[in-house]
């Protein structure tokens, strides 16, 4: 059974940072993409930032430059830092993995190539 918890999530002044993670178990990462997607009110879930066996890392536009995902494979763990935070990235944070995915897969992943979810880490932002 595969389970994802997120943690980390809060509210900040613009500017400000978070640290996010994601426990992960119940799969191996060999070729997993694991991956943190956003969604806003009123608006569609996006991708983030995703990781392709604990090694390449790719990034939404919004979040390049600001974000870093990152793994812990000893702990299971993924992490978002989030530095220079804006108001835009208000929404509530999900991690998902894709249990066997490749790393083109990963690289172009969508919401409906993840299998598992967790239940989400709301992010607050205030100007």
């Known amino acids: 059974q595969v389970q994802l918890v997120e943690s980390g999530g809060g509210s900040v002044q613009a500017g400000g940072s978070l640290r996010l993670s994601c426990a992960a178990s119940?799969?191996?990462?060999?070729?997993?993409?694991m991956g943190w997607f956003r969604q806003a009110p009123g608006k569609e879930r996006e991708g983030v930032a995703v990781?392709?066996?604990?090694?390449?890392?790719y990034y939404a536009d919004s979040a390049k430059g600001r974000f870093t995902i990152s793994q812990d494979n000893a702990k299971n763990t993924l992490y978002l830092q989030m530095n220079s935070l804006k108001p835009e990235d208000t929404a509530m944070y999900y991690c998902?993995?894709?249990?066997?995915?490749?790393?083109?897969?990963?690289?172009?992943?969508?919401?409906?190539?993840?299998?598992?979810w967790g239940q989400g880490t709301q992010v607050t932002v205030s100007s």
């Open positions: 998902a993995v894709d249990v066997s995915s490749t790393r083109r897969r990963c690289q172009n992943a969508r919401v409906a190539d993840f299998n598992y």
């Open positions: 119940g799969y191996t990462g060999n070729s997993a993409c």
């Open positions: 990781i392709y066996a604990g090694g390449s890392t």
